[in-house]
């Protein structure tokens, strides 16, 4: 299985900065030093083009984000301060989805150490997401004719609200967002399929709704390729999660959807999603769990 990633683009933030930027690094030696990857495997992701960012952007967004043009508002609401090193980590972190697409399509099963960025909208970021990745990539699948039809497979805490807003007119993509009901973004967008999850959800509620979540999105979207944004923010010990789930409920999770996946033949590609926990050692296990559930044979 191989992987790409972004961490080699590293980003200045102010000390007391909520988001663990450190957790990439961490995953990426992890994966080798615990040989759930060889280190041939893991790939420096090339960054993406403008262009590649307009397939799913607002032209005069991407252009204000690259060039560090974008009123302040703006730049808060995506929450990290604009710097060059941050414009292309961006980059980075979407070429590494592209990259995984094109390696899915041949190994059947690849994944971005980074990605899933999915609160960003055609014309503004959000939530620590500038660019769009999983929505640049279902559109060039779909632009080459390397795909009639995507699902994107989204399980993170937090709703994929710019996923959705996205593709709310496009037949060719199909959103499923598994999330916390009362957890951000405040205002929520309608996914081709939403499942709302109560405040202290645990294992057993959050497995029945991911299992019966994947087989009416398969049923419904028919697709060609599965993109899965495999936050692992509803860990009880995330600071920013609000369920109650295990590390052992995650792994179910990943075994489930990767497992059925893979004997449905489907080309996967893996994103990374959030993760927020204190101590964030126990997040990067949770990503970690992931990796070890989509490279098994």
């Known amino acids: 299985m191989r992987v790409f990633f972004c961490d080699h683009f590293e980003v200045p933030l102010p000390d007391g900065h909520r988001f663990p930027m450190i957790k990439y690094r961490m995953l990426r030696d992890a994966l080798v030093a615990q040989g759930v990857l060889s280190s041939s495997s893991v790939i420096a992701a090339e960054p993406a083009t403008a262009a590649d960012l307009c397939i799913a952007h607002d032209e005069g967004y991407v252009a ?47 994944g971005n150490l980074a990605g899933g960025t999915h609160h960003a909208h055609r014309e503004f970021g959000a939530g620590y997401c500038a660019f769009n990745d999983l929505a640049i990539a279902a559109l ?103 369920l109650a789930v295990t590390l052992d409920g995650l792994r179910a999770r990943d075994e489930h959807v990767f497992g059925e996946l893979r004997c449905r033949g489907l080309p996967t590609v893996v994103t990374i999603g959030g993760g927020y926990a204190e101590p964030i050692d126990l997040t990067v296990e949770a990503h970690v769990q992931t990796y070890a559930a989509a490279a098994a044979p």
């Open 140 to 242: 060039r699948l779909l632009d080459r004719g390397r795909a009639r039809r995507v699902l994107i497979f989204d399980t993170d805490v937090h709703q994929g609200d710019g996923t959705a807003a996205i593709f709310a007119d496009d037949e060719r993509v199909f959103t499923t967002s598994i999330h916390g009901e009362k957890n951000f973004p405040l205002r929520k967008q309608h996914s081709d399929l939403d499942v709302a999850l109560p405040d202290g959800t645990s294992d057993e509620a959050f497995l029945s709704a991911v299992r019966d979540a994947l087989a009416t999105s398969l049923d419904r979207a028919r697709p060609d390729v599965v993109l899965v944004q495999a936050g692992v923010d509803a860990l009880a010990d995330d600071r920013l999660g609000r």
């Open 64 to 110: 204000g984000m690259l060039a560090g043009t974008l009123s302040a508002d703006v730049i808060r609401r995506i929450g990290f301060p604009w710097s060059p090193e941050y414009a292309a980590r961006s980059l980075a972190s979407v070429g590494g989805t592209l990259m995984a697409v094109d390696a899915a399509l041949e190994d059947g099963i690849a």
